[in-house]
């Protein structure tokens, strides 16, 4: 069983900062690619930020230069730190990762989903 647990969210005002957190826990072998997505009241989920096992990231244009993605891999861990947030930031936010488990089996894994939302 695997599971992933975003933290972090919640209202800030527009310029604030938020931390999210998405911990992976259960019978893990291996987390190669993590993913941050969201999705804003009425639209579709849209791809925040990516980052693999060896760090490499890439953003939407539209967080670009304002989010960072990182990872703890030793926690299994990804974190997304939101600076100069903007209303159009707000959405709930998910984690996804493709995940191998013990019993040497691949799978596609989902978070609940945090709340963030920037007032303006």
């Known amino acids: 069983q695997v599971q992933l647990v975003e933290s972090g969210g919640g209202l800030v005002q527009a310029g604030g900062s938020l931390t999210l957190s998405c911990a992976a826990s259960g019978s893990i072998i291996y987390i190669n690619r993590m993913v941050w997505y969201r999705q804003a009241p009425g639209k579709q989920r849209e791809l925040v930020a990516t980052?693999?096992?060896?760090?490499?990231?890439n953003y939407a244009n539209s967080v670009q230069g304002r989010f960072t993605i990182s990872r703890d891999n030793a926690k299994n861990t990804v974190y997304l730190q939101m600076n100069s947030l903007k209303p159009e930031d707000t959405g709930v936010y998910y984690c996804n990762a493709g995940i191998t488990t013990t019993r040497g089996l691949w799978g596609d894994y989902w978070g609940q989903g945090t709340q963030v939302t920037v007032s303006s």
């Open positions: 980052i693999t096992t060896g760090g490499s990231t």
